[in-house]
């Protein structure tokens, strides 16, 4: 079935450090593929999302691509600030299919 | 304006009881859906309403039973509560012609069996 692996965290960061959170997927059709954020006590926010290969989603200074040939999408921000801590989750739906399968969600605790 | 709002949004019960826990959302979506939230944070889809028609239902035990009584709601009833349900639920909409299926959630409902 679908899948989608992220790494393991807590991601320990300090202010305007560069992030990156890999996620990788296991699809049977041709997914589309999100980056949500959950901040502490609060529900899920979609971030970015990108529909096909080689799509970028960005928001925020977050930063993903769509690669298809490494069935990737990693999240990126070049300058990490405190209020970015939270907990990311890696997504993706596929075609016809309208449910979100998650990755396990990957912690990120920035300090100053 | 809240988009998707849930009630309660915290729920401490016992063992064995019932309880509900409802969904609206004001987005003029036809698809909703509840998450379970575990103490991992993994997040797993339980169902999912498509003009109130259940279309989505993963291997919930049936004492979890959804009800839409319109596409603006989705409610959904536990009964005999177990420990294992100690969770947190999201729900969720989107609208199935736009793709992606962009989904939008709710707060969440923390649910905590003693």
């Known amino acids: 079935g679908d899948s989608v692996t992220q790494m393991e965290g807590p991601v320990t960061l300090s202010e305007e450090a560069f992030l990156t959170i890999n996620c990788t997927y296991t699809?049977?059709?041709?997914?589309?593929l999100f980056w949500y954020v959950q901040y502490p006590g609060e529900g899920l926010q979609l971030l970015l999302k990108a529909t096909k290969a080689d799509d970028k989603g960005s928001n925020k200074g977050f930063e993903a691509t769509y690669r298809k040939e490494t069935t990737s999408f990693h999240l990126e921000k070049g300058s990490v600030q405190v209020s970015d801590s939270a907990v990311y989750f890696c997504?993706?739906?596929?075609?016809?299919?309208?449910?979100?399968?998650f990755g396990t969600g990957t912690r990120l605790l920035v300090s100053p | 304006d809240t988009a998707v709002s849930q009630t309660p949004k915290y729920l401490v019960t016992q063992m064995g009881n019932d309880k509900s826990i409802k969904c609206e959302q004001n987005?003029?979506?036809?698809?909703m859906y509840w998450y379970k939230q575990d103490s991992k944070k993994f997040l797993k889809i339980m169902f999912s309403?498509?003009?109130?028609?259940?279309?989505i239902n993963e291997t919930v035990p049936n004492r979890f039973s959804p009800k839409s009584p319109d596409k603006a709601h989705l409610n959904l009833h536990i009964n005999s509560l177990e420990l294992g349900d100690s969770a947190v639920y999201f729900c969720?909409?989107?609208?199935?012609?736009?793709?992606?299926?962009?989904?939008?959630f709710g707060p969440g409902t923390r649910l905590t069996v003693t």
């Open positions: 987005l003029g979506h036809d698809t």
């Open positions: 309403y498509n003009n109130k028609e259940l279309i």
């Open positions: 699809a049977t059709g041709y997914p589309s």
């Open positions: 997504a993706l739906t596929t075609p016809g299919f309208q449910k979100l399968v």
């Open positions: 969720a909409s989107s609208q199935a012609t736009h793709v992606p299926h962009e989904q939008y």
